[in-house]
């Protein structure tokens, strides 16, 4: 009988505290505000949205892998287009230029 009541002033001393302790617990259970958060686009979006807005590239889609980076677009018939691309997928990615494949769009 004397253990329950020492325990039971035990827990009449550190109430406060642990109330504080329980409202703090609960608050972090709840979800944040409901605002949307903008999320930032996918790799391949950024790499399709620069490379189309490249000089000669055209239109352009992107397959991005963890063994390498293939691109579909209209300027791929010009070497220099194919090049420059390459040149930026490889700063992009870190992929060497062996793991970029570059194809022509169909019309």
């Given amino acids: 009988m004397d253990e329950i009541k020492k325990r039971l002033s035990l827990l009449g001393k550190f ?9 703090g617990m609960l608050l972090m259970l709840l ?8 999320e930032a686009p996918a790799p391949e979006q950024r790499l399709e949205e620069i490379l189309s807005s490249s000089r000669g590239v055209g239109e352009a889609r992107v397959l991005l892998s963890p063994s390498g980076v293939i691109v579909v677009c209209r300027g791929a018939d010009d070497a220099s287009v194919r090049l420059d691309m390459i040149r930026a997928i490889r700063s992009y990615t870190g992929f060497g230029s ?10």
């Avoid at 062996?98 to 019309?107: N, P, V």
């Fill in 31 to 38: 979800p944040l505000s409901p605002e949307k958060k903008e």
């Fill in 98 to 107: 062996d793991k970029i494949t570059i194809l022509k769009l169909a019309d």
């Fill in 15 to 23: 109430k406060y505290p642990l109330l504080v302790l329980l409202a």
